[in-house]
């Protein structure tokens, strides 16, 4: 299970459509996710949406301070938005949306460790606010009618030879092996894994799949909790 406490406070800004601030132990994400019309090239004219995302940390979520973003982001922005976006679009029937664009925009405020993971989890639970508002100005039954699943992240590694779940910087920092994992209703969506200092057998990679699998199913209940839903499809 989780290392460290896991908290979400919805609707933290009023303008979008769902918003969360999400916190895991001292990392702290502003995950927001807005309704638009616009749509990318490839899907207008499809009859379906689409979803993408944005990932940034702001200057005095680091020490040192980190260089805020320009008109060029840095590759590791850019890495983790294009993982943000597939995370969340594997947990929507795009083409149930009707024309319109889901943008996630996910701030680290503060960054103790696991800012991808804890921007994804929060990012659902975002989305998920989205797709009411949405299902109540389609006419829908709720935002079941668009979910395909529930889907967190965390992370996982080996620190000091013992698998530790939700790293903290300090940790994240001398791990041995460190794994970012994704999955949705129980199965794997992505699976970023590195050995930091040597290679590590098939064996322990099957136990670090299983503490991240563990550890997830703590974040789906958190997730639920906040939403006050028994399951992410209750409301379908």
């Known amino acids: 299970m989780p290392q460290r406490p896991v908290t979400f406070q919805r609707q933290f800004v009023k303008h979008p459509a769902g918003s969360c601030l999400v916190s895991f132990g001292?990392?702290?994400?502003?995950?927001?996710?807005?309704?638009?019309?616009?749509l990318p090239p490839h899907r207008r004219g499809s009859g379906g949406g689409w979803l993408s995302a944005e990932y940034a940390m702001l200057p005095g979520s680091t020490s040192p301070r980190k260089r805020r973003d320009g008109a060029k982001q840095d590759g590791r922005s850019v890495e983790i938005q294009r993982l943000i976006g597939r995370s969340l679009r594997a947990a929507v029937d795009l083409d149930k949306l009707g024309e319109v664009s889901v943008?996630?925009?996910?701030?680290?405020?503060?960054a103790d460790g696991g800012t991808r993971t804890a921007a994804i989890t929060g990012g659902w639970v975002a989305l998920y606010d989205a797709l009411t508002a949405l299902a109540a100005q389609q006419g829908k039954?709720?935002?079941?009618?668009?979910?395909l699943g529930q889907v967190a992240a965390i992370s996982v590694g080996v620190v000091s030879s013992q698998i530790e779940v939700d790293l903290d910087y300090a940790k994240d920092?001398?791990?041995?092996?460190?794994?970012n994992v994704v999955m949705r209703d129980g199965g794997f969506i992505e699976v970023q894994g590195t050995g930091e200092r040597a290679a590590f057998p098939r064996a322990q990679l099957d136990e670090l799949l299983d503490a991240a699998h563990q550890g997830i199913d703590e974040l789906y209940?958190?997730?639920?909790?906040?939403?006050?839903?028994?399951?992410?499809?209750?409301?379908?």
């Open 103 to 110: 943008l996630i925009d996910c701030d680290v405020i503060q």
């Open 173 to 179: 920092s001398i791990a041995e092996v460190d794994m």
């Open 26 to 38: 001292s990392t702290r994400v502003l995950c927001t996710a807005s309704l638009e019309k616009e």
């Open 221 to 236: 209940r958190a997730q639920r909790s906040a939403l006050g839903i028994g399951t992410a499809s209750g409301s379908r």
């Open 141 to 147: 039954s709720g935002p079941g009618h668009y979910l």
